[in-house]
Nanobody, 124 residues
Framework: QVQLVESGGGVVQAGDSLRLSCAASERTFSRYAMGWFRQAPGKEREFVASVSWNGGRTYYADSVKGRFTISRDNAKITVYLQMNSLKPEDTAVYYC?????????????????WGQGTQVTVSS
């Protein structure tokens, strides 16, 4: 059974940083695009960031550009999301996702594989 396990969420204050991790159980995921989405209470799930299979290309939602950085370690089949200068509006459940399509496409598709989510709460 394919598993994506997120970790690193928590409660922080505005301006703080957090680093999310997502470890995959499937070795073939090292060849797929990986990304992060989030869903705030009462809102639809939205794309946050994605990274190509080799880490060479990254894509971000406008709302997080310059503050968040996505990266991956294929040896560990893990994707990371470094979140700096956090704002209360970043509060959401963050999900990692994997798909065979490109990282560029991930902002416009519903990925096939999902993690269970990790809560990030930013207080003002």
């Amino acid at each position: 059974q394919v598993q994506l396990v997120e970790s690193g969420g928590g409660v922080v204050q505005a301006g703080d940083s957090l680093r999310l991790s997502c470890a995959a159980s499937e070795r073939t995921f090292s060849r797929y695009a990986m990304g992060w989405f989030r869903q705030a209470p009462g809102k639809e799930r939205e794309f946050v960031a994605s990274v190509s299979w080799n880490g060479g290309r990254t894509y971000y939602a406008d709302s997080v550009k310059g503050r968040f950085t996505i990266s991956r370690d294929n040896a560990k089949i893990t994707v990371y999301l470094q979140m700096n200068s956090l704002k209360p509006e970043d509060t959401a459940v963050y999900y990692c996702a994997v798909d065979v399509r490109t990282a560029q496409a991930m902002g416009n598709i519903t990925p096939k594989y999902w993690g269970q989510g990790t809560q990030v709460t930013v207080s003002s």
